[in-house]
């Protein structure tokens, strides 16, 4: 049995099954980077939020545009070559095409990889930093040090400073010193948390949350976490009583296990007999006459209607919780998405709570700004009918950091200036009002360039300088301002993420499934390159249909660039 | 696939060897095994969406008495104690039922069942194609839509249990559901989440594959106006699926994204939760874009079900009436029209989110006009009907209730159209009845027509009578005692998502403001009514599964290879057809219901048969330009 | 389409052609988007820099399309299958549009003078 039209093209459609059937699936296509696209727009209309104009370098978009073009271009090369029945020209074009679609992918991993590592917090009163956070470590005792300034700027004027977690003046700053190399395994964005006990759902708890609280406990390698009550349970009431686990045993996830075990069971138990013990009473209650043709809500209500409380002896209503302590409070470092902290207590992702002292100092966001952006905070003054300069003076960074009063200071000097220029080149209107005046994004929002121009730096400027960001690891870094925000001050703390607003949400959902796109086009293309001698040689015409095909596809995903780059990178 | 490449083979096969087990059973490529495979995973599927339905049905009837045995046989104890409290359905447990309710009937019962199942069995048949256009593609969709459906299920067993915000699984409630879980990736509202995508990439596969092969794969001669009305509405079908489900996809991604990566698509400044306090996202999402996503699959998707459903009837009643399809044309081009016009009425589902006057006028007239190509399918179908001398065999006495119940599922919706009724009647169980008189006594009794019929071709049997009749009466007596009340409960204020039946509302009734109190306890006691109803509705479909097993093996052999003496191609075929479908090369010389012609001796000419005088093919011919 | 030897050597030239016109408009957005002297309207991104940009995206789509899908020489059923996924995708776009534009309002803004809104606690209807 053969499938007619393969190959050749059927007479009154003019077409062979795989053109109508690419031609469908673009069409699919079309509407589902129609419904992102349209998700973009409304996204971006609608937002509440000053929404992140041309903040993605434009040169990796630019090379990327370059790139698909070229691959595409190359790709109908490709076609043309196999039409004309020219194998070598075919293969050297296809693997122009592939090598394309590899530069570009990896580009895209530059791009993303920048952003995942650059920190941005958004304080309460809608200040937003964006930098780097610290290198920060605990050391064998159990102090957390932050490893402040420019650790990473080989040069560093100040040295590295230690903000304790005890306040021991005895230690003070050698701490690094006194005891040896200690274990620098985080940065300075994370809950800290001396705890000295553990409350555990033995229903909620998760082996992996467990498992975590386990790990930084042993690595503490101090005192281990012991239960404080025993233990005790049955599965059913029938048997007696026994220690499941006794006074003073370890944490482990056996031991809870096992507990978990004993507890289920008895809960079962429980239900089991609830369960019979109401449906005893539903039939009593039904067996009087004239009862039956009651509605059921009433005969809830009857007072024949009672629980046989003779059964509750069969419950064995088990214990839900089990407590552990140690002799010595614990450092723990949790991350602060994963964690609901008060002062004394620490409730965990699954349920189990961490007692002990939060240690506010340790817990505080530390980090180099690369960007000051006041824009947010401009936004809800103007909505509310408040001077926005004011509300920026009012905030708590200016209020409480020197450094940034002082940026922000010779920063609105910088907007004065700009100001006086534009009247100057382009003057004003007939209602006179200069033509052009500086945008809300320069006035409000102070970036890593203009940073390190107010510290006297020299900033790089040169067509690559902002392919992926700023580098802390430069001179110039040591330009950008300390700032150490408590945790209490911050609203939303995040990465560049799609957590960090819907703007890079869209971003990352629309390029990330593009990317997913070209790998796949690259994937079939690939196919064609290295298994389609054979083809080639028993059907070229196949061949050539199918590369033909394959290469709608691929303008298909270029076509979705050449929006795509204007949209997120220009706009 | 070419001499060449079998000839090197040691082995020496020729081109037809047969396939193994595993090749001709479970990953096949030949549309009919699919078919069959779609056939058995939907109907499965079903009944596990009417288990859920029972429990839920129960909790509604007897929120206070635990679960009976019959249902509860069915959990672990662990599970119980879990999932109920004291043996009573939990509120969270019931939202969890209903939302997956739902889910299997819409995504993994009906649609596979009348699209997929009958579609790929038929549809190469009717058009006269050996498979087809890309049966690895077919084989893909149909495994794509396993894993989906096996996710789906497989989420019931997770710690936090299945999805729980409803099969619309509306953000911000379905972001925040399950949210306290520390993995995100092993909740049941992402697993949901996961098998939907699984599931529409299944389903935009088989589109593409249904759109090519009706286009490029038609026999001689069967020209546009000569194909099945069947057909068509599987063509209209799939472009359905093919334009509206990956907006869906789109909407799917975002909210997977802002569940497992913290996004906010979907999720407005300042949420705030009860159980979680202030919400640590960045707020600035558009909780209606998703809605607006979701409905411009969601209304599409109602005549992705319901087409199918005609479509097996407008087959059905033709060939027991032995007289023509009463209005081909019209109705070709109604089913064109409708499925141009699904697209643009998706926000009446929408009347509640604060719609001004002007768009909702927009959507409550391109809803009212829908109604008017809906009518004229209908309508033909009656006509159809009038004069015929009819044979009411089994498949027929489905199809011939289908009308009137699918009559009474339109009907009731024309209220919804409007705004301002919409606003009162929303989420109310007048929707409730509304659309499950659409869905289950209408295009699930026009697939039921279906199965019956085609049965014969896929086994070569026939299915057998008595159970058939045992299976129709009681289900159509059943199934409206349980939908009937709805409509009046859903006009007297019961909201669709009360677990208990009304019995908190019933508790407040002494308060001034709730309005509702007294006409709801004036109704209340309907709900054990239709209850009955459902239990005994599950009782009746019984002999349905025997009749499938049974007739299997047992059924009465058929005489020949057109059983019913029906006009339309697939009966051209040897029973079952093999591999390659058609002994000979068909070609088609007329349309597709030429019954009762009164220039022919028989009461049907199949559209295969050449003609015998050169006259007759010249007016043939004529009227196929037409 | 383009089947003769001779025809698709002519192509061929066509597409090299065409590629490099994209990427002259691939400078031009950017210099558009970024070249003071380039910017209209107001300073910094605004509407009119968002038709330009769209319109030159739109261009070189157009160009893609035409030429190296060669949708300029195609059958009549691929023209059908495309202009649908177009028709349903403003479908999608404009009708979600209006709604977002057309709410409920309660005859009062957020902002002070404005005329209608949605409903705002903190400023409530006078009556």
């Not at chain 2, 209408?442 to 299976?471: C, D, E, Q, S």
């Not at chain 3, 090299?16 to 957005?29: P, W």
Request: hydrophobic residues 45%; proline residues 5%; charged residues 15%.
């Amino acid at each position: 049995m053969e499938i007619p039209f393969t190959v050749t093209a059927r007479k009154d459609t003019g077409l062979y099954n795989s053109k109508v059937g690419i031609w469908l699936f673009l069409a699919s296509e079309v509407m589902l980077f129609g419904g992102l696209f349209s998700g973009y727009v409304f996204l971006r209309v609608y937002a509440d939020y000053p929404w992140p104009e041309r903040v993605l370098p434009v040169v990796p978009g630019l090379i990327n545009t370059f790139i698909l073009i070229g691959s595409s271009v190359t790709v109908v090369f490709a076609w043309a070559a196999l039409k004309l029945r020219k194998w070598n020209q075919f293969r050297i074009f296809m693997l122009i095409t592939l090598t394309c679609a590899a530069v570009f992918m990896v580009l895209k991993g530059i791009e993303y990889k920048a952003k995942w590592g650059h920190q941005a917090v958004r304080m309460d009163d809608f200040v937003i930093l964006e930098g780097h956070t610290h290198p920060a470590g605990i050391d064998a005792d159990g102090n957390v040090f932050h490893v402040g300034g420019h650790a990473s700027v080989e040069d560093h004027s100040d040295g590295p400073h230690y903000i304790a977690a005890k306040t021991d003046d005895a230690h003070g700053g050698d701490h690094h010193a006194e005891h040896g190399p200690a274990v620098k395994d985080f940065r300075t964005n994370v809950v800290v948390f001396d705890a000295n006990e553990l409350v555990i759902n033995l229903e909620t708890y998760h082996e992996g949350v467990i498992g975590g609280i386990l790990e930084q406990s042993e690595k503490a390698n101090s005192a281990n976490w012991t239960l404080v009550q025993p233990y005790v349970g049955r599965e059913t009431a029938r048997e007696d009583e026994q220690i499941i686990l006794s006074a003073g045993a370890k944490l482990s996830l056996e031991n809870l296990a096992k507990a978990r075990e004993v507890y289920l069971a008895a809960k079962a138990n429980d239900s089991k007999v609830r369960t019979k013990q109401l449906s005893d009473a539903w039939a009593k209650v039904k067996d009087i006459p004239g009862n039956k043709e009651r509605p059921n809500h009433e005969l809830v209500q009857d007072e024949n209607f009672k629980i046989n409380e003779d059964f509750d002896q069969f419950l064995v209503s088990p214990t839900s919780t089990v407590t552990f302590q140690t002799d010595e409070p614990i450092t723990f470092v949790l991350k602060p998405r994963e964690v609901r902290e008060s002062a004394e207590s620490a409730l965990l992702a699954d349920g189990s709570s961490l007692n002990g002292q939060l240690n506010t100092e340790a817990s505080a966001i530390e980090m180099a700004a690369d960007a000051i952006d006041f824009t947010f905070v401009a936004q809800r003054a103007e909505e509310k009918g408040v001077d926005p300069l004011a509300a920026v003076e009012k905030t708590w960074i200016i209020q409480n950091n020197p450094q940034v009063a002082a940026i922000w200071k010779a920063h609105t000097e910088k907007i004065a200036k700009l100001e006086e220029e534009l009247l100057e080149k382009y003057g004003t209107d007939k209602q006179g009002n200069p033509k052009r005046v500086p945008t809300e994004k320069e006035r409000y929002r102070i970036t890593w360039q203009e940073l390190v121009n107010y510290g006297e730096g020299n900033e790089e400027k040169g067509v690559f300088s902002g392919f992926a960001g700023p580098d802390h690891t430069k001179d110039y870094a040591k330009h950008f301002p300390e700032v150490l925000v408590p945790r209490e001050e911050v609203n939303l703390e995040t990465k560049f993420t799609p957590r960090w607003n819907t703007y890079y949400a869209i971003y990352f959902l629309i390029t990330g499934l593009h990317g997913l796109h070209v790998i796949g086009g690259a994937i079939v293309l690939g196919y064609f390159l290295f298994f389609g001698k054979k083809m080639y040689l028993n059907n070229p015409e196949h061949l050539a249909n199918r590369v033909e095909v394959g290469g709608l596809f691929w303008h298909f995903v270029d076509l979705v660039w050449i929006f795509l780059f204007p949209v997120l990178y220009l706009m | 696939m070419s001499a060449e490449t079998h000839a090197e083979h040691a082995h020496g096969h020729d081109d037809h060897h047969e396939p193994g087990f595993v090749q001709k059973y479970i990953f096949s490529v030949d549309h009919k095994t699919i078919g069959i495979q779609y056939g058995i995973v939907s109907l499965l599927f079903l009944l596990i969406g009417f288990f859920l339905m029972m429990v839920m049905r129960w909790s509604i009837a007897y929120p206070d008495q635990p679960l009976p045995g019959w249902l509860s046989m069915f959990f672990s104890d662990d599970w119980k104690a879990k999932w109920l409290q004291d043996g009573k359905v939990t509120g969270a447990t019931y939202n969890m039922f209903g939302a997956m309710h739902g889910t299997i009937m819409v995504f993994l019962g009906v649609v596979p069942l009348g699209f997929a199942a009958f579609g790929n069995y038929v549809t190469p048949l009717q058009i006269g194609a050996p498979d087809m256009a890309f049966p690895k593609l077919n084989m893909m969709s149909f495994w794509l839509y396993f894993v989906g459906g096996a996710i789906m299920l497989a989420s019931f067993f997770l710690p936090t249990g299945a999805a729980q915000s409803g099969w619309t699984n509306y953000s911000p409630l379905a972001g925040l559901q399950q949210a306290e879980y520390p993995n995100q990736w092993m909740t049941g509202q992402t697993w949901w989440l996961l098998a939907m995508v699984f599931l529409i990439t299944s389903s935009l596969l088989g589109s593409v594959n249904f759109i090519t092969t009706i286009i490029n794969l038609r026999a001689k001669g069967l020209t546009w106006m000569r194909m099945p009305f069947f057909v068509w509405a599987m063509l209209v079908t799939a472009f359905l699926l093919l334009l509206a489900f990956p907006p869906l996809e789109a909407a799917a991604l975002m909210q997977l994204s802002d569940r497992v990566f913290d996004s906010s698509f979907f999720m407005p400044s300042g949420l705030y939760s009860k159980t979680l306090g202030a919400l640590e996202v960045s707020g600035g999402g558009s909780p209606l874009l998703y809605q607006h996503l979701f409905w411009f699959l969601g209304h599409p998707e109602v005549y992705v079900l319901l087409l199918p459903a005609v479509a097996c009837v407008a087959e059905i009643i033709p060939c027991n009436t032995r007289k023509p399809l009463w209005g081909y044309r019209p109705m070709v081009w109604s089913v064109l029209v409708l499925g141009f016009l699904s697209f643009i009425v998706w926000a009446h589902h929408m009347y509640m989110t604060g719609m001004g006057p002007m768009i909702s006028t927009f959507f409550q007239t391109t809803t009212v006009l829908i109604s008017i190509p809906s009518v004229i399918l209908l309508t033909s179908l009656i006509i159809s009907l009038w004069g015929g001398s009819i044979r009411f065999s089994v498949p027929m006495l489905w199809a011939t209730a289908f009308i009137p119940m699918f009559g009474i599922g339109g009907l009731t919706g024309l209220p919804l159209a409007f705004n301002l009724v919409g606003l009162h009647l929303h989420d109310t169980y007048y929707v409730i009845g509304h659309f499950h008189y659409v869905v289950a006594p209408g295009i699930l009794f026009g697939l039921f027509a279906g199965v019956y019929h085609w049965y014969p071709k896929v086994t070569g049997r026939y299915m057998n009578n008595f159970l058939g009749h045992l299976h129709f009466w009681p289900s159509l007596v059943f199934i409206n005692l349980l939908f009937f009340p709805m409509l009046v409960q859903g006009m007297a204020g019961f909201h669709r998502r009360w677990y208990n039946g009304g019995a908190g509302y019933l508790a407040e009734a002494g308060n001034t403001t709730n309005v509702f109190g007294n006409t709801v306890l004036e109704y209340m006691h309907l709900n054990e009514l239709m209850s009955t109803a459902a239990f005994l509705l599950a009782l009746s479909q019984v002999p349905f599964i025997i009749n499938v097993f049974l007739a299997w093996k047992a059924g009465r052999k058929v005489e020949n290879d057109n059983p019913w003496e029906a006009t339309t191609l697939e009966w051209a075929t040897p029973t079952p057809p093999g591999h390659g479908n058609f002994t000979f090369e068909p070609a088609i010389y007329r349309g597709p219901y030429e019954y009762s012609r009164p220039d022919h001796d028989e009461d049907f000419l199949p559209q295969w048969h050449e003609p015998q005088q050169p006259e007759a093919a010249e007016k043939e011919s004529k009227s196929a330009q037409v | 389409m383009a089947d003769s030897v001779a025809e698709i050597k002519k192509a061929t030239k066509l597409y090299g052609f065409i590629g490099l016109t994209l990427f002259f408009f691939t400078i031009l957005t950017v210099a558009v988007a970024t070249v003071e002297a380039l910017d209209f309207g107001v300073r910094g991104f605004d509407h009119i820099d968002a038709i330009i940009g769209l319109a030159i995206a739109s261009i070189k789509a157009s160009l893609v399309m035409l030429i190296f899908m060669h949708l300029n020489h195609e059958k009549k059923l691929v023209y059908f299958l495309f202009v649908m996924s177009i028709i349903a995708a403003i479908f999608l776009v404009w009708l979600t549009g209006w709604a977002f534009e057309d709410p409920i309002t309660y005859g009062q803004g957020d902002h002070a003078g404005e005329k209608s809104g949605f409903y705002n606690p903190e400023n409530p209807v006078e009556k």
